[in-house]
Nanobody
Framework: QVQLVESGGGLVQAGGSLRLSCAASGSAFSVNDMGWYRQAPGTARELVATITSGGRANYVESVKGRFTISRNNHENTVYLQMSSLEPEDTAVYYC???????????????????WGEGTLVTVSR
């Protein structure tokens, strides 16, 4: 089994910054894509940013130029640096990882998606 543990959420004033972290832990696994999604009250979960194991990043249009996603492959950790935060960024942010899990002694792997429990980001006016 693999676990994703997030940290870094909180309350910040508009225009401020926060940095989210998410670490994947477990055994016999490797991580492909990682990313962040968010869900505001009464809305569907939406993609914020993703990053491949090679470092290629993708962002939703509304955060381009304000948010930066990065990762440390050795530590299986992904980060989201959020700047110029707006009240509209208020949401629960969820970490995501596409994981390859070794399923037998021959080394066969199975792909599985994992999610963190979420961390609340609140941006006040």
């Amino acid at each position: 089994q693999v676990q994703l543990v997030e940290s870094g959420g909180g309350l910040v004033q508009a225009g401020g910054s926060l940095r989210l972290s998410c670490a994947a832990s477990g055994s016999a696994f490797s991580v492909n894509d990682m990313g962040w999604y968010r869900q505001a009250p009464g809305t569907a979960r939406e993609l914020v940013a993703t990053i491949t194991s090679g470092g290629r990043a993708n962002y939703v249009e509304s955060v381009k130029g304000r948010f930066t996603i990065s990762r440390n492959n050795h530590e299986n950790t992904v980060y989201l640096q959020m700047s110029s935060l707006e009240p509209e960024d208020t949401a629960v942010y969820y970490c995501y990882a596409e994981v390859m899990i070794v399923v037998n002694i021959e080394g066969a792997e199975r792909k599985k998606d994992y999610w963190g429990e979420g961390t609340l980001v609140t941006v006040s006016r």
